[in-house]
Structure formats: C-alpha cells, structure tokens
C-alpha cells in the first residue's frame, strides 16, 4: 500500500514532513490532489455527504457531481441516516485514473466551529486508513490535509492526529493505557489546544 499526502498548503506539506519522514510508505507532495493517477482519493467531507466545498467542491469537478448524490443516498439509507467521524464510506467513481472514493468525515456539518481543538482529523485519519488497509482494490491513497481547509486546525496539529493514526493502523502501535491519567495524557497530545476540562 502506498499513501500519498498531498495538499496545496505549504504549511501542511511542511507539517507532515516532520513526522512521516521515516515512513517509506508514505509519499508527500505539495500541489493539486485531484490531479494525481491513484487507486482512491479521500473526500474530507462531513457526515451528511455534502460535496460542494472547499477541496470537495474540486473532487466533485473533477470525478463528476453524480457522486455527491450517490453518497447522500447511501447515507440515507444507512442505519445512522448518517456518515459518524471515525465512519467511511467507499464509492465507485467510473473515473479510470481515481476509481475509488473514500468519505472520510471531518466534521457533522460544514463548520469551523470547534473543529481546531478536537481530534476529528485523528478519527477520520483512523478510518480511512482501515477502509483503505481492507480493501483489496485499492494498493494507493491520496489524503488531504484533514480539518485544516474549512475546519481551521493548524497543520502541525492535524499532522500529529494523522500520524498517530497512521502509527496505530498501518505500524500496529496499539493503545495501552493502565490507568485513566495515561489515557488523558495520550488524548491531551493529539490536541493541546483542546479543554479535557471545562472548569
């Protein structure tokens, strides 16, 4: 499997590089996303399937707008009537050089609101590197800088979240906690700038 990061935000690009420098797995480039020839892109969306913003808006130029309703309906249809963060979906796209998509939520709704001090872009990283890992169709990714368009996160936050996914599911470095506060600790880290409490 090859993973390839790519963002036009010289700062994301700049971000990831500190921490997947050791990972030969892993391919960053800076530039257009929807440009490359890959088994699967991921669309950062949110969890009701609207594909007509930021980077989204650009996937949906390029693969076709029949994908933003395919996936609002299958959404639909799903038992949650919606697409959780930490949930994927994986659409057909009839394009021969991006043939699949992967729906990775980074927000409920298109908001900016409290999206840069949570783990959403850790969560999403999570789930779309597992749907990517089981699918035996798809031997490459593209990711996006997740939560940092429309969400706002600094990239250097959000490229700690997908690391620490990215060491989790593809390394096998498992959650070990044997007490509350470690756990907190490793919550903490994914966003110093999240409250764990409020007073």
Request: proline share 4%; with cysteine.
């Amino acid at each position: 499997m090859q993973y390839i990061l790519m963002d036009t935000n010289h700062k994301m690009v700049s971000a990831w590089r500190e921490f997947f420098s050791d990972a030969t797995d892993v391919v960053i480039r800076e530039g257009d996303i929807t440009k490359l020839a890959v088994d699967a892109i991921v669309s950062p969306a949110n969890s009701f399937g609207f594909m007509d913003g930021s980077l989204d808006y650009a996937i949906s130029e390029r693969l076709g707008w029949h994908l933003e309703k395919e996936l609002q309906a299958k959404i639909k249809s799903s038992p949650e009537g919606e697409l959780l963060i930490g949930q994927t979906m994986v659409m057909e796209t009839g394009d021969k050089t991006i043939p699949y998509l992967i729906s990775a939520p980074t927000m409920r709704i298109p908001t900016n609101f409290n999206i840069d001090t949570s783990i959403n872009a850790y969560l999403a990283m999570k789930a779309l590197l597992i749907a990517a890992t089981r699918d035996e169709r798809i031997n490459s990714v593209a990711i996006p800088g997740l939560c940092t368009g429309v969400g706002r996160m600094q990239p250097i936050i959000a490229a700690r979240q997908m690391f620490v996914a990215y060491e989790e599911i593809v390394l096998g470095k498992k959650q070990d906690f044997s007490s509350f506060g470690e756990a907190q600790k490793y919550h903490w880290n994914l966003n110093p700038q999240g409250m764990i409490w409020t007073h």
